[in-house]
């Protein structure tokens, strides 16, 4: 088995930066511009480019990732709709639910944010892991692809406006919105440094991914304890108020499916390396 068959990242490095040329000044300007207007986070319209913007680079990435494989163009085209499908339509329901107002407290009798940030990692991590096709797909890709794409997560800079703004308590806001500006902003190296191909390259990759799951570690963990009064903030840390609320209840377990088959990933590579 080649190289070139299991997608193992050859190229020089040079490449990588093309792909992050574009994304590195745009969200430099998109944080800038909320910084400068706080009633644009406010009104929603961050949240909303913001969502829209990653579903589409996920979309268009998944596209471009089957389109290196050697499968044919109809199970291409199955294996695209039976991601992005369930996708869509979970991002449909939470945004919903979100706008309704389902995820402030006492709004039913069950809290829906836990349910709504791990319901879906719970059920999708497994079939992520263990699906051949997303196997396939994964050996195709380019390992700094998923790397790339979570330098948007420089978008947790609203915790630190909403902490600013005293709509959301620092013991959450300072820690989540900080984790998530360093993940984003170290991803732009990691993954410049993984279009080398090299075995340190992804060995740095893997550390960034643990990095990027530790902060959700900590953050959902205060999040939980200030919603159940395990902790006494004053608020509490999105008060499941829309658009805010849409990080716990979307991004973040879209991100850490992420993280995970990022780090799938970079298990097969060091495997067929070594091999």
């Known amino acids: 088995m080649t190289a070139a068959s299991l997608g193992l990242d050859t190229a020089p490095a040079r490449p990588a930066w093309h792909s992050l040329f574009w994304l590195v ?26 969502r829209l913007a990653i579903h589409v680079l996920i979309a268009l990435g998944l596209w471009l990732g089957l389109e290196r494989t050697e499968l044919t163009s109809s199970q291409r085209r199955n294996v695209w709709l039976a991601v ?7 991002l449909a329901v939470v945004w919903s639910a979100a706008i309704g107002g389902a995820f402030k407290l006492g709004a039913v009798a ?6 709504a940030a791990l319901g879906p990692v719970l059920l999708g991590v497994p079939i992520l892991l263990r ?35 005293g709509a959301a308590p620092g013991i959450f806001a300072l820690p ?21 191909g090299t075995r340190e390259s992804r060995r740095a990759a893997i550390a960034w991914n643990i990095f990027g799951l530790l902060d959700f570690t900590i953050a959902l963990s205060i999040g939980f304890a200030i919603a159940l009064r395990l902790i006494g903030a004053g608020a509490t840390a999105t008060g499941g108020v829309y658009p805010l609320v849409m990080v716990p209840a979307f991004a973040v377990p879209t991100w850490i499916m992420l993280h995970a088959l990022s780090l799938r990933q970079l298990s097969r590579r060091n495997r067929a390396a070594t091999r």
């Open 25 to 50: 000044p745009l969200t430099a300007l998109w944080v800038a511009l909320n910084y400068a207007f706080p009633v644009i986070g406010a009104s929603g319209a961050s949240t909303v480019a913001a």
């Open 84 to 90: 992005m499908i369930p996708f869509t339509l979970w």
């Open 110 to 115: 069950a809290p829906l944010l836990p349910i």
């Open 131 to 165: 699906s051949r096709r997303i196997g396939e797909v994964l050996d195709a890709m380019p390992a700094s692809w998923m790397v790339a794409l979570q330098v948007l997560r420089v978008n947790g800079f609203v915790f630190l406006l909403a902490w600013a703004s």
């Open 176 to 196: 989540a919105g900080i984790g998530d500006l360093l993940t984003g902003l170290l991803a732009v190296p990691v993954a410049i440094a993984l279009g080398s």
